[in-house]
């Protein structure tokens, strides 16, 4: 097996701890801000900063740094409107026949529904694939390592930077969403993750009036 080579670590850097401690506080004021939105404007977003903020999300650790994902960035006004019927006819089957009881509960207190109008007034969705194997060059199936973790960091830290850059977005898993390869055209190696809705909140645009768990709900010390 050949070695891969190592390098010094010369990009890290520390800070004094007060200066960590004000880096801390500001970033959770930061992202306690964000939120999931369903109401979004046309307003366009420069495609540099959608690049930009992929970018990031290539960062992210990975399984034996397969990187296994891919993100399809779909603006063209007819594509969003086939994942929108596409997804919609996903939602009135899960509504109306596949959802348990238990699940139409959970979501009540969304107000969610079965139309996704963000879908194409939003200015871009953003696929987010998972590639369970990897194809070598000439062809031969390459296995990936933990890929839904892998996959996952990567969609938090674009759904961090994009709230960094100053978009809003939405997480959306339309159950099934096989519907996303076939409109996409995604080779056989590439699993639907999400679709990641980004651009700017409408101005009347409304959230849920819900709370987060507190920290001694999420975090333990020992």
């Keep these: 097996m050949a070695k891969t080579e190592h390098i010094a670590l010369t990009e890290y850097r520390e ?23 369903r109401e979004f404007s046309n307003r366009p977003v420069p ?3 959608i690049e930009q903020c992929l970018r990031v999300a290539g960062t992210a650790p990975s399984g034996a740094n397969m ?25 009135r089957a899960l509504y109306e026949r596949r959802a348990s009881e ?20 939003a200015p871009y969705l953003i696929a987010v694939f998972s590639q369970p194997y990897g194809l070598t060059p000439d062809g031969k199936k390459k296995k990936h390592y933990y890929v839904q973790e892998s996959v996952g960091l990567a ?20 159950s099934p969403m096989g519907f996303l390869k ?10 639907p993750f999400l679709l990641l809705v980004a651009g700017y909140p409408a101005e009347d ?6 709370r987060r768990k507190s920290f001694a709900e999420i975090a333990t010390f020992l």
């Design 102 to 121: 238990e699940w139409l509960h959970a979501l009540a207190p969304l107000h969610t529904d079965t139309q996704k109008p963000f879908l194409e007034t």
């Design 15 to 37: 800070y004094p701890v007060e200066e960590m401690t004000l880096r801390a506080n500001n970033f959770y004021v930061e992202m306690r801000r964000r939120r999931s939105v």
């Design 67 to 91: 990187q296994p994902w891919s993100f399809i960035v779909v603006s063209d006004p007819a594509l969003k409107q086939q994942i929108r019927q596409a997804a919609e006819k996903a939602e």
């Design 155 to 174: 969609a938090g830290m674009l759904i961090t930077a994009l709230h960094h850059a100053g978009l809003a977005c939405l997480t959306y898993t339309p």
């Design 47 to 49: 495609r540099e900063i």
């Design 182 to 191: 076939d409109i996409l055209q995604r080779p056989g190696n590439e699993r």
């Design 205 to 210: 645009a409304i959230v849920p009036d819900i």
